[in-house]
């Protein structure tokens, strides 16, 4: 593929020869003659100077004096090279074929170029849209709809009542609509609550291996556009997430949360049950927020804080042990310790 086809599909500026044949997508420090790579800051510098490959996705202002390669110049080199990714390596398109050992219910609707694998269950009243493609041993209960050009990985488990929109991509292992953990005490028995909500899914979501999302108590559980949930998360009854949200693997989020749109929650992250995060804030890694977060915010620790205020008490502790070493000897040179 010539370097002009790929400059149509990105916007961008090339400064050398367009017709330069590009082979393949590399990251920087593997890349050779007929690759093509991409440039994200200081951290690969050095990796720059010794960059063997035909061209380099980079900012204007990070080129350097002197360089070997035709750049690429753009604003945002990661969303480029992840867009010229797909020119080589294209998502997987779901096929027309139904395996004869799949079992599809009476009153299923099954759209057009759907692909379901072997021993999958589709139960009745489920809807599957056009195109969209399911795996083998994945089970889709009763009155279920999944959108359009969906792709559903085979093992994932898919409860009553949930809805699904179209282009999202669930991982296997995830559980999709299975019963809240919702508890009332009759003396010293746990009587369980019945959890009738579902679950409602947008459009272009993506769901992890292994995530659990559960059913809401009376309204649904709600995941709106654009959401994209990693591997290993835990998303309770009742939770609001609102779209283009992002939530990193481990996280767990207690029962009717509201996430705001554009929040981002990193690895570990535990969110206690009724709080509300605002829109375009940050949780960090292994923070446990314990607080309702305004927007716009950038919280870490346990309890999550303000960060400007979580690094001012970690630097503090920090000095604790010198600053009781000091006291001690103050104290000493008064006799007023032993």
Do not use: W
């Not at 690429?72 to 090279?81: C, E, G, K, Q, R």
């Not at 979501?205 to 292994?210: D, F, K, L, R, W």
């Amino acid at each position: 593929m010539k370097l002009k086809e790929i400059a149509k599909l990105i916007s961008c500026e090339i400064l050398g020869d367009h017709d330069t044949e590009i082979e393949d997508v590399r990251p920087i420090t593997r890349a050779n003659k007929g690759h093509i790579t991409f440039f994200l800051g200081k951290r690969f510098k050095n990796a720059l100077k010794e960059c063997k490959a035909s061209a380099v996705i980079i900012k204007k202002d990070d080129l350097p004096e002197d360089y070997s390669f035709i750049p690429v110049i753009t604003d945002n080199p990661y969303l480029a090279f992840q867009k010229v990714m797909t020119l080589f390596y294209p998502p997987r398109q779901a096929s027309s074929g139904i395996s004869k050992s799949c079992i599809i219910k009476d009153g299923a609707n099954i759209e057009e170029n759907v692909s379901i694998g072997d021993l999958s269950v589709i139960m009745e009243n489920s809807t599957i849209g056009r195109g969209t493609s399911i795996g083998n041993l994945v089970s889709i209960e009763e009155n279920v709809t999944i959108g359009r050009d969906c792709i559903i990985h085979s093992g994932v488990k898919i409860y009553p009542n949930v809805k699904i929109g179209s282009g999202c991509i669930i991982h296997s292992g995830a559980v999709i609509g299975s019963d809240g953990f919702g508890y009332g005490r009759e003396g010293m028995v746990n009587k369980k609550i019945p959890h009738i909500g579902g679950v409602i899914i947008g459009d272009d979501v993506e769901i992890g291996a292994n995530s659990t999302i559960d059913a809401g108590t009376l309204d649904p559980t709600i995941i709106e556009n654009g959401v994209k949930i990693d591997n290993l998360v835990h998303i309770a009854h009742n939770v609001f997430v609102g779209e283009n949200s992002i939530i990193v693997a481990q996280a767990g989020i207690a029962g009717s949360v509201r996430i705001e749109k554009n929040v981002t929650l990193a690895g570990q992250v535990g969110v206690a049950g009724h709080l509300t995060i605002g829109e375009n804030s940050i949780v960090a890694a292994q923070s446990g927020v314990t607080k309702s977060i305004p927007p716009k915010s950038y919280y870490f620790g346990y309890p999550a804080k303000p960060a400007n205020q979580a690094k001012r008490e970690i630097a503090a502790v920090a000095q604790l042990p010198e600053l009781i070493k000091k006291l001690k000897e103050l104290l000493k040179k008064e006799g007023l310790y032993d």
